[in-house]
C-alpha cells in the first residue's frame, strides 16, 4: 500500500508519522477479529484527499463527510475463534485476513491504473 499511498515526511498525519494509512487489528469481542484500513486527512494535501476519494469508490464508506479527519477505506470480514484460542488459530485468521488485504490493495492498484487511462 505504500507504493499507492506515499508517506508525506513534511505534514504528518493524526498518527504524528508520514504514513497516511495504517492498517489496524481489531479485537473488540475477545473472540473475533478483523482489519481495517484507515486513513488520516490530518494535515493532508489536496491530492493526497483526491486519492483517497478515488480509492474510497471501490468500497464506498457508510458515512462521507465533506470535512473528514478519518476515514476507513476497507475492512476484512470477521473472523472469529473460540473461547480460549491457540496462537496457531489466532494466527490462521490473520493469515485469512491478510489474503483479503492483499487481494483488495490489487484492486486498487487496477481501479487506479483505470483512472488513469
Not at 478483523?34 to 493532508?44: G, T
Request: aromatic share 10%; with cysteine; hydrophobic share 35%.
Amino acid at each position: 500500500m505504500s507504493k499507492i499511498i506515499p508517506d508525506t515526511p513534511d505534514a504528518v498525519s493524526g498518527w504524528n508519522t508520514p504514513n497516511r494509512y495504517f492498517y489496524e487489528i481489531v479485537n473488540s469481542t475477545g473472540n473475533s477479529i478483523y482489519i481495517k484500513l484507515a486513513v488520516s486527512a490530518k494535515n493532508a494535501t489536496s491530492s493526497f484527499i483526491e486519492l483517497s476519494d478515488k480509492i474510497n469508490e471501490l468500497n464506498p464508506a457508510k458515512l462521507e463527510r465533506k470535512e473528514w479527519q478519518w476515514r476507513t477505506l476497507f475492512r476484512t470480514k470477521t473472523m472469529r475463534f473460540s473461547e480460549n484460542p491457540t496462537k496457531e488459530e489466532i494466527f490462521a485468521c490473520l493469515d485469512k485476513c491478510l489474503q483479503e488485504i492483499l487481494i483488495y490493495e490489487e484492486d486498487v492498484r487496477r481501479h487506479l491504473e483505470s483512472n488513469h487511462s
